[in-house]
């Protein structure tokens, strides 16, 4: 099947603070040559601790960031080279679901005015009004005239959702859709989204930091540190069978419901450096200073992707028979 969305090694460079008056600006790399793709239909689980460039490359997907190199294609047209006149069309088929369901509403405007005005930016005909979009994610129709601060945490992010779904999106770029929301709405968040991509076959890049939900949701899972994609592969392999000792380490930090194996579980995990890693990183494998498994080569190579035994991609020197970056 032919990619809907195509991170083609992709670069996202921000300038920092100037450490003396007129010296040059240093340059902070949050997304560091990146590549992969997503097909119709798919979801693409993108996780990684806070920092690692997530968030980033979602908004450089959105064309909110601008790449510093690399490019990113949605459906054959360059994201960030888009002309003017053909922005709007674009933006309507990317859209985003944020981390905070509240601040990305207008306070100041019902539930129906918000959705109507979705629905007022698409220029096709569909067969979509408010009470049907409320439905669509669950909500009772007759509360179209509430105001946001009228409903619950779960509430607004399914205003959210049907927001994002009022312009019929090919592809949505959920970012931390879930991580402000308790335990129970989470789930009920997720298996929505998962309903409605099933029901109508919109994509989706599923950024959190929460392993066992991205697991849920996704066909295939991208695992993150640093700027980089260390492991790609099948959702239930790489949740399973983890090749990135990094990856590894996300799993460890998922509790266990049972005392004494979660005792054991601590003791054996793969125990984090605290603080901040060292600049020297950016040499060599960028996770060595966090790995009990580090080596030599380590220190100043760094890894390519490889094929890993899940049958995915993993960037670590345990493995031998580098390749070339794919998809």
Do not use: W
Request: hydrophobic share 40%; proline share 8%; glycine share 8%.
């Amino acid at each position: 099947m032919s990619a809907l969305l195509a991170v083609d090694d992709l670069v996202v460079d921000f300038a920092g603070r100037r450490r003396l008056p007129f010296a040059p600006r240093p340059h902070q790399r949050a997304v560091d040559h990146v590549s992969f793709t997503i097909a119709p239909g798919e979801t693409l689980g993108l996780v990684g601790e806070s920092g690692s460039g997530k968030t980033t490359t979602g908004r450089a997907i959105l064309g909110l960031v601008a790449p510093s190199s690399g490019a990113v294609t949605f459906d054959g047209v360059d994201v960030a080279g888009v002309s003017p006149t053909a922005r709007g069309p674009l933006i309507r088929q990317l859209q985003p679901i944020f981390q905070n369901p509240y601040s990305s509403l207008n306070p100041a405007l019902t539930i129906r005015a918000t959705l109507t005005e979705a629905i007022a930016a698409a220029e096709e005909h569909l067969d979509r009004d408010v009470p049907r979009l409320l439905e669509l994610v669950g909500l009772d129709p007759a509360h179209a005239g509430r105001y946001p601060h009228q409903f619950s945490g779960g509430q607004r992010q399914r205003i959210a959702i049907a927001r994002a779904l009022a312009v019929n999106p090919r592809l949505i770029v959920c970012d931390e859709p879930v991580s402000a929301l308790d335990v129970s709405t989470r789930g009920q968040i997720v298996n929505l989204l998962e309903d409605l991509r099933d029901e109508l076959g919109v994509a989706y890049l599923f950024i959190a930091h929460d392993l066992t939900i991205v697991r849920h949701i996704s066909h295939r899972i991208a695992v993150m540190y640093r700027g980089r994609i260390v492991e790609i592969g099948d959702a239930d392999a790489v949740a399973t069978e983890p090749a990135h000792p990094y990856t590894r380490s996300l799993i460890d930090a998922v509790p266990i419901p049972d005392p004494e194996r979660q005792r054991r579980h601590r003791d054996a995990r793969l125990q984090l450096a605290a603080g901040r890693v060292p600049d020297d990183a950016l040499v060599g494998c960028r996770f060595r200073h966090r790995c009990p498994e580090a080596h030599g080569r380590c220190q100043t190579e760094r890894p390519a992707m490889r094929p890993a035994p899940h049958g995915g991609l993993v960037a670590c020197h345990l493995y031998p028979t580098a390749t070339t970056e794919s998809r």
